[in-house]
């Protein structure tokens, strides 16, 4: 059997976003897996993938439970995608749908260990689902700021608008000439040239780290 869960939503979404902490590499390790885990772990994966397909799908609704907090949930994430921005929206917008994946994922994952019938989702695999959904909104936020918000962004109105109005590449001189039409003087152009906003490709030509 083809396993669904039917929310009622579409089934088309975007990526997700694993954008962990900093955190120490472990040094090596030579213990072995415990014999017992590893065949434990085996048992568990070869229940699920026993599992009887046919074309037919066989949907695995929400439980009572478990529907009455996807649905507060859902309602929630609404008030915060209509207050959070745009980005954040863009970000959240497909959310919905994976939490009802992950909420099957994890039913599941229970049915391989032999704590679910797969009948339903319950309300603790629902749980664990927007758990992950936050792990994933909180991800996707920190990537969003570390790789999509251009510094350009926080510069002052006089160096923005200079910054806008450089070529990709250029001569010092031909960028002293672009500055100077916004008030900005040849010494202080010069120094800027050497912040981070700049790449030195050669003597007196740069070019702009940001676009």
Not at 190 to 197: D, E, G, T, V
Request: glycine share 8%; aromatic share 12%.
């Amino acid at each position: 059997m083809a396993v669904l869960l039917d929310l009622g939503l579409s089934a088309s979404g975007q990526g997700l976003f694993a954008f962990p902490e900093k955190v120490k590499y472990p040094k090596f390790n030579d213990v072995d897996i415990d014999e017992k885990i590893a065949k434990n772990w085996h048992k568990i994966i070869k229940r699920i993938l026993d599992l009887p397909f046919d074309e037919t799908p066989n949907v695995v609704p929400l439980s009572a439970s478990a529907k009455t907090i996807f649905k507060e949930w859902y309602d929630k994430l609404a008030d915060q995608k209509n207050c959070g921005g745009s980005s954040f929206a863009g970000i959240a917008t497909k959310m919905d749908r994976y939490c009802g994946r992950l909420a099957l994922g994890l039913e599941v994952m229970k049915y391989g260990c032999k704590e679910s019938r797969l009948e339903e989702i319950s309300e603790d695999s629902l749980r664990g689902a927007i758990a992950l959904c936050y792990y994933f909104l909180a991800r996707g936020t920190k990537a969003h700021r570390n790789f999509y918000t251009s510094p350009v962004e926080t510069l002052p109105s006089v160096q923005k608008s200079i910054y806008e109005a450089l070529p990709l590449n250029f001569e010092t001189g031909d960028g002293i000439r672009i500055a100077e039409g916004y008030g900005m003087g040849e010494r202080t152009f010069k120094r800027w040239l050497n912040s981070s906003l700049f790449k030195k490709i050669d003597h007196g030509y740069y070019e702009k780290k940001y676009r």
